[in-house]
């Protein structure tokens, strides 16, 4: 039997059929998942050390620390068979959540490639938390969407490649909710009233203060005190009529308990494919403004298999790679021609993967600034009051 792709956690549990782990929430309990017969090892949470490997290849292990369930199973089985290697996936539930082993252990965490969300990588690079990219040794980089290339947070891409990207939005019953809803003032009306107890947030404190800044139409990065203590003061006064704050839109739309969810587009697809044909869903890009994200490749400082590290973003990059992540997890991988391809395969609900040029155009790429205890101040009362 080759030697099994191992998946770590906290606590074990198995493999999530009707309920994809969100990319931005591991949960409760992600421990060793089986990939059928390619498990049944005993998982250490210690990282893996590797054999030095021969010139011309890689080294015979690789370490990957990302969100939960957020690779096509198939896709790291195939690179760990082709390179003959073990691979150990780690998940985490937060960047913050991310940043702070990498830091604590200064170096030494023993994890190759770690995927934080772009926001992050500024203060990442600063802090020596990542260590520069080989380019050559990443080729089919030429496959990356110059429009996804270069961003603000790494303008030559020395750290990082896009990895996915997407949005966030809301999903509803339109049983329960029968009028049109486009905009979150809309969300807002509708969680006082027909989805009273029925609604969930997401459970992220620049997500949750984005609501309320959007149906301000202020920026959703702001850092002004007044437009921060008006989002205190409406994300609060709507905390009584939240029943949960969650991480993964499709767990909540799968229970049958919530009938109104922010969301992140890739999770509300899974959601409705899930609910089968004849579903009562609607997922909403709102107005005025929402998140652009995007989550990204980068090696960690330290790592132990580089080469490893390398070989496996550039397998990631190829357009076959690319097409099978987008089936598996819902979202684009910043690759070209890809809606191309993904319509070509047929894939379900593209409009929820790839968002219209004009949705894309008013939305506002989450930024990490001096306001963001504020925000997590504002969540924590909020779920305070809530009683969740």
């Given amino acids: 039997m080759s030697e099994p792709i191992r998946f770590l956690g906290p606590e074990p549990v198995a493999r999530r059929v009707a309920q994809r782990v969100s990319r931005r929430h591991l949960l409760a309990g992600m421990g060793v998942l089986g990939l059928g017969a390619l498990t049944g090892c ?9 054999s030095p490997a021969p010139d011309g290849t ?30 150990q996936v780690d998940a985490f539930g937060s960047n913050e959540e991310m940043i702070a082993k990498l830091a604590a252990a200064r170096g030494t965490s023993g994890y190759d490639i770690v995927v934080p969300t772009g926001l992050m990588i500024p203060q990442m690079v600063e802090h020596n938390l990542l260590q520069p990219l080989d380019r050559e040794r990443i080729p089919n980089f030429s496959h990356v969407d110059p429009e996804f290339a270069g961003q603000y947070f ?24 029968t009028r049109p809803m486009e905009s979150w003032s809309d969300f807002i009306e509708a969680a ?62 799968a229970q049958g ?23 009562s869903w609607r997922f909403v890009f709102p107005t005025p ?45 910043g690759t070209r021609g890809l ?3 993904a319509r070509q395969a047929e894939l379900e609900d593209l409009g929820l993967i790839f968002p ?10 989450s930024e990490y600034n001096e306001a963001q205890q504020t925000r997590v101040e504002i969540l924590g009362a909020a779920q305070a009051r809530s009683g969740a």
């Fill in 42 to 50: 005993t998982a250490s949470t210690d990282r893996m050390a590797s």
């Fill in 58 to 87: 890689v080294e015979n292990k690789l370490n990957l620390y990302t969100w939960g369930d957020y690779d096509d199973p198939d896709l790291l089985n195939d690179f760990k068979d082709s390179e003959d290697l073990v691979l």
């Fill in 154 to 177: 790494d303008p030559d891409n020395t750290y990082s490649i896009c990895k996915a990207w997407g949005t966030t939005g809301f999903v509803y019953d339109t049983e329960v909710i």
């Fill in 192 to 253: 006082q009233n027909e989805a009273d107890g029925r609604t969930a947030l997401l459970e992220d404190p620049w997500e949750v203060c984005s609501i309320a800044l959007a149906s301000q139409g202020v920026s959703l990065n702001t850092t002004d005190d007044g437009e921060l203590a008006e989002c205190r003061r409406i994300v609060v006064e709507l905390a009584p009529h939240i029943r949960a704050y969650l991480g993964n839109a499709a767990t909540g739309m």
């Fill in 257 to 279: 308990t919530v009938s109104l969810l922010q969301a992140f587009n890739g999770d509300a697809r899974q959601g409705m494919l899930e609910a089968g044909e004849g579903h």
């Fill in 289 to 333: 403004s929402a998140n652009l994200w995007m989550d990204n490749w980068c090696v960690a400082t330290g790592a132990p298999h580089p080469d490893a590290a390398h070989a496996f973003i550039n397998y990631m990059l190829t357009p076959e790679s690319a097409i099978a992540n987008v089936d598996y997890i819902g979202y684009p991988v």
């Fill in 339 to 341: 809606e191309d391809q």
């Fill in 356 to 365: 219209d040029q004009e949705v894309l155009d008013r939305l506002e790429a």
